[in-house]
T-cell receptor
Framework: AQKVTQAQTEISVVEKEDVTLDCVYE???????LFWYKQPPSGELVFLIR??????QNEISGRYSWNFQKSTSSFNFTITASQVVDSAVYFC????????????FGTGTSLTVIP | NAGVTQTPKFRILKIGQSMTLQCTQD?????MYWYRQDPGMGLKLIYY???????DKGEVPNGYNVSRSTTEDFPLRLELAAPSQTSVYFC?????????????????FGSGTQLSVL
C-alpha cells in the first residue's frame, strides 16, 4: 500500500494564482514526521519543511503555507501568488519515529507556473 | 560543510559494464539511502543502511549491490549494466533518533548522478 499519495501528477497555473498541492499519508505509528521537498529543473532536492505529528500548528513561510490535518491524514502545501521560479516537482514524504527505517516519498506533483 | 557528496555527476556505460557510484557524508549520520529517479517519476528506494555493516533492500534492489564498511561511505555497485538502469541516482543520509528527539531530523540529499546505459 502506498504510504504517501500525491494524486495530482501535473498542475499548471498562471503566474500570481494560488495553488495547493495535496498530500495524503498512511501510518499506524503514533509519532511521525512529514516533509515537503522541492526539485527544480536543475535536479537537486531541496528541503522545504518538516511537520511533526505531535505539533498540529499550521505554518506559513512567506508565500508558502502548509495545512496539517490529522483527522484526514493530509499535509497540503499552498503557494500564494505563484511565481515562475516555483515551477518544480514537489515531493511529500513520511518518516515514522518508532516503526520502520525507511523514508517514504510520494510520486511527486509537477507544477508549472506560466508567465 | 560538504554534507552528502556523490561522484561522478554524469556517466555513460555500455551494456554489461560495471561501475560504482560513490557516496560520502561528513555529518556522522547513521542512516544512508540510495534512490533512483526515472524521467518524470518519483523516487524509488534501492538499498538503505542503518549503520556500518548493516544494509537492507529497498523497493528495487535487483541489479545493484551496496556495502557500508564505514559510517561515512555507502557505495552503490552496478554489475552488468542494463538500459533499464538508465536513471538519476540520489544518495541521502539522516541521523535517525526516533521519538520526539527525532523531531529535528530530515533527509539530506546529494546532488545526484545521471547514468545512461547504452
Amino acid at each position: 500500500a502506498q504510504k504517501v499519495t500525491q494524486a495530482q501528477t501535473e498542475i499548471s497555473v498562471v503566474e500570481k494564482e494560488d495553488v495547493t498541492l495535496d498530500c495524503v499519508y498512511e501510518t499506524r505509528d503514533t509519532t511521525y514526521y512529514l516533509f515537503w521537498y522541492k526539485q527544480p529543473p536543475s535536479g537537486e532536492l531541496v528541503f522545504l519543511i518538516r511537520r511533526n505529528s505531535f505539533d498540529e500548528q499550521n505554518e506559513i513561510s512567506g508565500r508558502y503555507s502548509w495545512n496539517f490535518q490529522k483527522s484526514t491524514s493530509s499535509f497540503n502545501f499552498t503557494i500564494t501568488a505563484s511565481q515562475v521560479v516555483d515551477s518544480a516537482v514537489y515531493f511529500c514524504a513520511l518518516s515514522e519515529a518508532n516503526t520502520g527505517n525507511q523514508f517514504y516519498f510520494g510520486t511527486g506533483t509537477s507544477l508549472t507556473v506560466i508567465p | 560543510n560538504a554534507g552528502v557528496t556523490q561522484t561522478p555527476k554524469f556517466r555513460i556505460l555500455k551494456i554489461g559494464q560495471s561501475m560504482t557510484l560513490q557516496c560520502t557524508q561528513d555529518m556522522n549520520h547513521n542512516y544512508m539511502y540510495w534512490y533512483r529517479q526515472d524521467p518524470g517519476m518519483g523516487l524509488k528506494l534501492i538499498y538503505y543502511s542503518v549503520g556500518a555493516g548493516i544494509t537492507d533492500k529497498g523497493e528495487v534492489p535487483n541489479g545493484y549491490n551496496v556495502s557500508r564498511s564505514t559510517t561515512e561511505d555507502f557505495p552503490l555497485r552496478l554489475e552488468l549494466a542494463a538500459p533499464s538502469q538508465t536513471s538519476v541516482y540520489f544518495c541521502a543520509s539522516r541521523q535517525r533518533t526516533g521519538g520526539r528527539i527525532g523531531a529535528l531530523e530530515k533527509l539530506f540529499f546529494g546532488s545526484g548522478t545521471q547514468l545512461s546505459v547504452l
